[in-house]
Structure formats: C-alpha cells, structure tokens
C-alpha cells in the first residue's frame, strides 16, 4: 500500500539534515507532538531545540503511552487552532500514531468520531508529517495506520495518506532506551514480522521484509537489551522498520488483536504483551488443516511459510520455533506467564470478550476461536 512516497533518512546522525528539510518545506505553523520523557532523554531535543527556535513551533505532550480518544479530541482542538503546515513526532509508537490521527481527523468535514466508527469514509490528509521515532519496535513511521483506544476499546484508523512524508531514523535516539524498553519494543519487531510472515495479506514483498526483520532481530536483540553496542542499536533500528515496512502491508495477526485488552485492562506494554501468546500461536498456526485455513492460498501454502518461519530461525519444526521464542524471551527479561503479570483466570474472560472481535484475527492464517484463545491464555496463566 504505497500512496505517498515518502523520503527516508536513516543511520547514525540522520536528524542532522533537519534543517534543511524544514529550509525547503518553509513551514509558518508547526505542531510538535513528543514524549513527555523521550524527547529529552534520547537527546532530540538538545539537536533540535536551535534548530526549531527559528520557526512558529507548539508543542503537544498530553497523551498517554497507549493514547486515548479524548488526548485525540484535544489535539484536533490544538490543530485547528494552529492551523499547523508541519507536524513533527518525535518518539515512541504512540506519539507517531496520535500525531497522525490527529492529523487526518481534524482535516474531516465530519464528527471526528463518525471516522472512528468506520461510518464516513477518510480523505487523504494534506498537511506534511515527519516522524522520527526514538525507539525500535513499532514501526510506526512506515505504517499507514494508527491506534488508539476509546473506552478501553483498540480503533485503528488507517488510509494511504496516513504513511509520514518524512521518515527519520536515528538509531542514536535509541541509545539511553531502557533494558526493558529495548525489550519490549524489540520484541514487538519480531512479533510484527512473524505475524505479517503468515499473514493472509502477505505478498512476496511483505515476506522479505519480514525475513530481514526476523534475521536482524537474532542478530541483535540480545545484545541490544543486555549490553547495547552502537551496532546492535543501528540493527534493532533497521529490523523494526522493515517490521513496519512489513505490516504495512500484510497487518498483523491473532497475537496483536489479543494483546491490545492485556495493554487497555492491565497495563502490560503493547510489545510484551504481544509476545506472551507468540509461542502458542506458532503451535496453533502450525497445525493448520484444510478445513480451518482462512487463507485463500490454502493449507497447502500455509505449511510452506511455516517452514520456510522455521529456516529463518534455523529450527526444524513448530515446536523449535516456540522455544527459540520463549528463550529470546527468558534472555531478555520478558515474563511468559500471565500470572507473574497479575493476571487471574477471571481476567482471561476480558482479554477473551476484547480480543477476539478485532479485525486483525481475521489475518491469521488458521482459524482461531474462543474455544482456541481460552486454551492458549489458560496455557500460558
């Protein structure tokens, strides 16, 4: 899904050419949408605090690290009154994914929530987006959606126009993340590449870029969280954005729709909590049959990505792939057990009220019912 096409900048050092992007785009108006914390701590601002000073620059931090409906609601008030030619987030998944839906609804003719709801269509936003993400996981600066939750309810807004025009990836953003930031976060690039790899959207494109994401994952994921390299964050850096590249255009799958009740109810990051079912759902998907393949290349297809899943890991079979899963998990510091989380067997009936009606379920390659997700959330209780 490629729509605009936007301009990239990656590597060490590649916020520098800033000034000249902002020289070329001339903006009279800037929203800068950032993490309370982030923008400080991975040293943006000390690159661009000089920089921004000689534009009209407002600032908005008021969101959550899984942001909500009405943190959306005020920033379109804020944009509206701002009239902004250029939005910048700096930050992690959220900050990205609130400054583009912001963007895209406050442009609406209608209710800002008839857009939420699916019952009026989306025009394609005008206003310049650069995202700069100061972690690597999400992907969100290659993605063209967004989320955001409303009433303890995930919504994904996307539309083509949705893709940043600018996307700037500094792995030295990255470099002051915490050991379990880079954790969770890192974990959400393998997630994302594994789902998209089987996913029912899946193209021969989507595929390679989830290959690569996976190989840079096992190279540097370990490292990263345990004693960081300026390699393993340039490789961290490079895997979560072809993650994004990936779901871009597959979308994820079963882990992500069930992950996002364990983030709004009980608080587990969105990362971790979607690695917590990765493992079962490897299994699951692995024992795909002709009658219960949701995708339209059939079984017969299905098994052959789950094997060409097991090459990339060097393993031999589903359950190779669940343990290389689980012992990523254990090295980086990720509990598997949803009881070490807090978590009780009458909370697993809400992540199953919740995380069975999201459309990302539908791209998971077997079927998955209740009867399946109570047997993988009672598994790993």
């Known amino acids: 899904m490629s729509g605009n096409k936007q301009q990239e900048y990656f590597g060490v050092g590649s916020l520098s050419p800033i000034s000249n992007i902002l020289a070329k785009e001339k903006p009279s108006s800037i929203i800068l949408v950032k993490g309370k914390r982030s923008y400080q701590q991975s040293g943006a601002a000390g690159l661009l605090s000089s920089v921004l000073q000689q534009y009209s620059v407002t600032e908005f931090t008021e969101f959550s690290q899984n942001p909500q409906w009405s943190e959306v609601l005020s920033g379109i008030e804020i944009w509206r009154e701002k009239k902004p030619d250029l939005i910048i987030a700096i930050g992690g998944g959220s900050s990205i994914d609130i400054a583009k839906i912001i963007t895209i609804l406050a442009e609406q003719p209608e209710n800002p929530e008839s857009y939420l709801e699916k019952k009026n269509k989306l025009n394609p936003k005008t ?31 996307a539309h083509h126009s949705l893709i940043p025009d600018y996307s700037i990836i500094d792995p030295n953003l990255t470099f002051s993340l915490s050991a379990y930031q880079t954790a969770c976060t890192g974990i959400d690039a393998l997630s994302q590449a594994i789902e998209s790899y ?24 370990e490292t990263a969280v345990n004693y960081p390299t300026a390699e393993s964050r340039v490789g961290m850096a490079k895997a979560a954005n072809y993650a994004g590249k990936a779901i871009n255009v597959s979308f994820t799958t079963a882990c992500h729709a ?9 608080n587990i990051p969105h990362g971790h909590a979607v690695a917590l079912t990765l493992p ?14 949701t995708d339209g290349r059939e079984a017969e297809y299905v098994l052959k990505t789950m094997q060409e899943l097991y090459a990339i ?31 009780t067997n009458e909370d697993i009936e809400v992540i199953l009220k919740d995380g069975l009606n999201q459309e990302r379920m539908k791209n998971n390659p077997r079927l998955i019912d209740e009867m399946h997700v109570r047997g993988i959330l009672l598994n790993i209780r």
């Open 258 to 266: 069930l992950s996002y009740p364990m983030t709004s109810y009980f």
């Open 127 to 157: 206003t310049k987006i650069m995202a700069v993400p100061t972690t690597s996981g999400t992907g969100s600066e290659a993605t063209h959606f967004a989320v955001v939750y409303k009433d303890k309810r995930k919504y994904s807004i």
């Open 198 to 221: 089987w996913s029912v959207q899946a193209t021969e494109e989507s595929k390679k870029f989830a290959a690569e994401a996976i190989r840079l994952v096992l190279i540097h994921l």
């Open 313 to 343: 890991f060097n393993v031999s079979s589903a359950l190779g792939l669940k343990q290389s899963i689980e012992r990523i998990m254990d090295n980086i510091g990720l509990q598997r057990k949803l009881s070490t989380l807090g978590i």
């Open 280 to 293: 079962d759902i490897v299994m699951h998907n692995a024992e795909i049959s002709p009658d219960d393949c």
